[in-house]
């Protein structure tokens, strides 16, 4: 079946520092969303990418979905305390529900 | 607009004992689905209900799992008998329409088997 991945799994860094998380889908995707947990919380939808090649931007946060959507990017520039949490990203095959990768855990150090 | 709201939001129980949690979608909100994350592993798809109807179950890990939606709007999910394995947080999410919207999550039932 559709598998999920993200990496890195953790990632600690200063406040300041950028961050990058990464999602790769073992098939093509229709969709592509994000979701940011904080820590005792529950998953907040962030975004929805669907065209191949697609950017997004939110503030700090820069979202892509890969040329031959099977793969996805969030990146964070100059992190802060309040972007501590698990960052998810679920991604939907044709027809199917979505699958949620495993997470990427981050740590902000102030 | 009131959210997703889940009860409990804890809930210990010992290993052969029933536990329900219940799930109050958005209002209007006719996509709900039931999620699991165990041990700080990836959120597992469980169910799919639109409406009162099962769309896809594929991810209920077997028939100790009941899900119902009677009447279309809240959801219950029974454990009988619970397992050691069972332990985890249980999401509810529900949305207008599959396809192209966002999911919203309620806070999650924290089920323990002990």
């Known amino acids: 079946g559709q598998q999920v991945m993200q990496i890195p799994q953790y990632q600690h860094v200063q406040e300041g520092e950028d961050f990058t998380t990464y999602c790769n889908s073992s098939?093509?995707?229709?969709?592509i969303q994000w979701y940011k947990q904080r820590p005792g919380g529950h998953p907040v939808f962030l975004i929805q990418?669907?065209?191949?090649?697609e950017v997004k931007k939110q503030k700090r946060l820069t979202f892509q979905f890969g040329e031959a959507k099977k793969n996805s990017s969030l990146h964070i520039t100059a992190t802060q305390t309040t972007d501590v949490g698990t960052y998810f990203c679920a991604g939907r095959n044709y027809g199917q529900n979505f699958v949620f990768g495993p997470g990427t855990r981050l740590s902000v150090l102030p | 607009e009131a959210g997703v709201t889940q009860f409990p939001s804890h809930s210990v129980i010992e290993k052969g004992q029933t536990v329900t949690l219940r799930c109050d979608p958005i209002?209007?909100?006719?996509?709900l689905y039931w999620y699991r994350r165990v041990m700080g592993k990836e959120i597992k798809f469980l169910l799919h209900f639109v409406k009162e109807s099962k769309q896809d179950e594929s991810g209920m890990p077997n028939n100790r799992f009941l899900a119902e939606r009677t009447g279309g709007t809240y959801s219950t999910l029974k454990v009988q008998p619970a397992e050691l394995e069972d332990s985890g947080v249980y999401f509810c999410a529900s949305s207008r329409a599959r396809q192209h919207t966002e999911a919203f999550f309620g806070q999650g039932t924290r089920l323990t088997v002990v």
């Open positions: 990418l669907v065209k191949s090649g």
């Open positions: 209002s209007g909100h006719d996509n």
């Open positions: 098939t093509t995707l229709s969709n």
